[in-house]
């Protein structure tokens, strides 16, 4: 995850770490941790840039593209 964020040209600038909380063998579930350093508000930014959907289409993007 570290890799694939820092690389991001959407939120390179803004990553700055992840951390596994909780792995499941089981069910092949990893619950994370990412943090990010934003600016001040800005209009838009926390909307569009930090929205969980777009945040989780960055990793889905560099699985597919692998």
Request: no cysteine; aromatic share 14%; charged share 15%.
């Amino acid at each position: 995850l570290t890799e694939v964020y820092s690389s991001s040209p959407a939120l390179g600038r803004y990553f700055r770490s992840a951390q596994v909380v909780a792995f499941s063998n089981e069910s092949s579930t990893v619950i994370y941790h990412l943090v990010f350093s934003v600016p001040p508000s800005t209009e838009g930014f926390m909307e569009n840039t930090m929205n969980p959907d777009f945040i989780k289409n960055i990793l889905r993007q560099n699985i597919y593209d692998e």
